[in-house]
């Protein structure tokens, strides 16, 4: 079945850093521009980072500008976000997305919490 499965997330403090994992099946790929996007308590999920089909332009929120960088290896059917210099604002479920035709797909979603 299609699905996308995040792991990476955990506790950090602020500063630190945290990479976090898709791994995809289900469908191809290569041909799937990827997202990630999170949602902290009583915000609504916004959008954090889309990377195109063959990993060469990445897109960011401001809020994570030069902070952040996805990436992508479609021999291992993976999208990465990098996560460094994290603040307590960045603490948020952060999930990976994708559509496969005219299908949204959405992981379970990784908690990352950045706290002293």
């Known amino acids: 079945q299609v699905q996308l499965v995040e792991s990476g997330g955990g506790l950090v403090q602020p500063g630190g850093s945290l990479r976090l994992t898709c791994t995809a099946s289900g469908f191809t790929f290569s041909s799937a521009v990827m997202s990630w996007y999170r949602q902290a308590p009583g915000k609504e999920r916004e959008l954090v980072a889309v990377?195109?089909?063959?990993?060469?332009?990445?897109n960011y929120a401001d809020s994570v500008k030069g902070r952040f960088t996805i990436s992508r290896d479609n021999a291992k059917n993976t999208v990465y976000l990098q996560m460094n210099s994290l603040k307590p604002e960045d603490t948020a479920v952060y999930y990976c997305?994708?559509?496969?035709?005219?299908?949204?797909?959405w992981g379970q979603g990784t908690l990352v919490t950045v706290s002293s």
């Open positions: 990377i195109s089909r063959g990993g060469m332009t990445g």
């Open positions: 997305k994708t559509i496969v035709t005219v299908l949204e797909v």
